[in-house]
Nanobody
Framework: HVQLVESGRGSVQAGGSLTLSCAVSYSSYATWCIGWIRQAPGKEREGLASMSNMGGNSYYADSVKGRFTISQDGASNTLYLQMNSLQPEDTAMYYC???????????????????????RGQGTQVTVS
């Protein structure tokens, strides 16, 4: 079982930056694939970035590669998403989410597995104008 609570919602101008945080609580010692998913009105849910709670490689969707960076602080069990060069099309509700097991690098698979079978936070709104 995993509990996730996002923070860092905000509105920024195009070209700006924003960092989202997610406090993660693990109820058991296990391997989890954790990351970020976004959902914009009228658009499909999109897996943005993922990594293992044990560290190691991180994976990115093409739409955010080079602009977004996922990281985690193991001491505080906090997951971050640093977002740079934000554009209006990045406007969406952002969720941190996790599923059991390893990350495969397939962000679409990560998003489906985390959303349908895993755990997610309450979401935080990001608006870029």
């Amino acid at each position: 079982h995993v509990q996730l609570v996002e923070s860092g919602r905000g509105s920024v101008q195009a070209g700006g930056s924003l960092t989202l945080s997610c406090a993660v609580s693990y109820s058991s010692y296990a391997t989890w694939c954790i990351g970020w998913i976004r959902q914009a009105p009228g658009k499909e849910r999109e897996g943005l970035a993922s990594m293992s709670n044990m560290g190691g490689n991180s994976y990115y969707a093409d739409s955010v590669k080079g602009r977004f960076t996922i990281s985690q602080d193991g001491a505080s069990n906090t997951l971050y998403l640093q977002m740079n060069s934000l554009q209006p099309e990045d406007t969406a509700m952002y969720y941190c989410a996790a599923h059991g097991g390893y990350c495969t690098g397939d962000l679409q698979q990560y998003a489906k597995e985390a959303w349908d079978f895993g755990y997610r936070g309450q979401g935080t709104q990001v608006t870029v104008s």
